[in-house]
Nanobody
């Protein structure tokens, strides 16, 4: 099992910045991608940004140029720097890790979620 513990989040005014961090522990071998998803009330959980163990990144179009994902493989942490925040960024943000179990199997792990609220 992999445990993911998030920190950061909170309340910020539009245009402000926040930084989310996530630390992985447990059976962390073979973790490939790590990333962040978010879920607003009444909406589905969507990818915000992800990063592979090799450093390749992927961002949702809505956050490109404003959010930056980074990863420290030695410390098993992933962070999300969020700048120029907008009210529509308000959501619960979840840390995610994908572990390779075999050539055909992947396992998804989730943090408990952290609230980000952006006031207008």
């Amino acid at each position: 099992q992999v445990q993911l513990v998030e920190s950061g989040g909170g309340l910020v005014q539009a245009g402000g910045s926040l930084r989310l961090s996530c630390a992985a522990s447990g059976s962390i071998g073979s973790i490939n991608a790590m990333g962040w998803y978010r879920q607003a009330p009444g909406k589905q959980r969507d990818l915000v940004a992800s990063i592979t163990s090799g450093g390749s990144t992927n961002y949702a179009d809505s956050v490109k140029g404003r959010f930056t994902i980074s990863r420290d493989n030695a410390k098993n942490t992933v962070s999300l720097q969020m700048d120029s925040l907008k009210p529509e960024d308000t959501a619960v943000y979840y840390c995610n890790a994908v572990k390779i179990l075999s050539s055909f199997q992947r396992a998804n792990y989730w943090g408990q979620g952290t609230q980000v609220t952006v006031s207008s």
